[in-house]
């Protein structure tokens, strides 16, 4: 199953919960300050993010999102199932 992670930088008032409650410190702050002013999380190690969603959970502000998304190469229409 394949996942897309996804930080609302405008929402996000860089309060740094999710960066201390990530198990594999994947977040960091900004250094680039957002239309509000405030310094948002990014993912500063995208490739080791194990989609615990722990950051989604203790966001306060709701500003980030892991969601499932559909594989390549795979037929949605269960074209295996065919019998013929």
Same mark, same amino acid.
């Given at each position: 199953m394949a996942y897309m992670y996804q930080i609302d930088f405008e929402r996000c008032k860089g309060c740094g919960l999710c /960066?201390? /409650?990530c198990p594999k410190n994947v977040l960091?702050?900004?250094k680039e300050v957002n239309a !509000? *002013? #405030?310094?948002? $999380? #990014?993912?500063?190690?995208p490739q080791d =993010? /194990?989609?615990c969603?722990? =950051?989604c959970i203790m966001c306060p502000d709701v500003a980030i999102s892991i969601? !499932?998304?559909s594989e390549e *190469? !795979?037929?949605a *229409?269960? $074209?295996e199932d065919n019998d013929g």
């Open positions: /960066v201390d /409650v960091e702050l900004t !509000k *002013g #405030y310094f948002p $999380a #990014y993912q500063a190690r =993010c /194990v989609f969603t722990t =950051c969601t !499932k998304t *190469g !795979k037929n *229409g269960g $074209a």
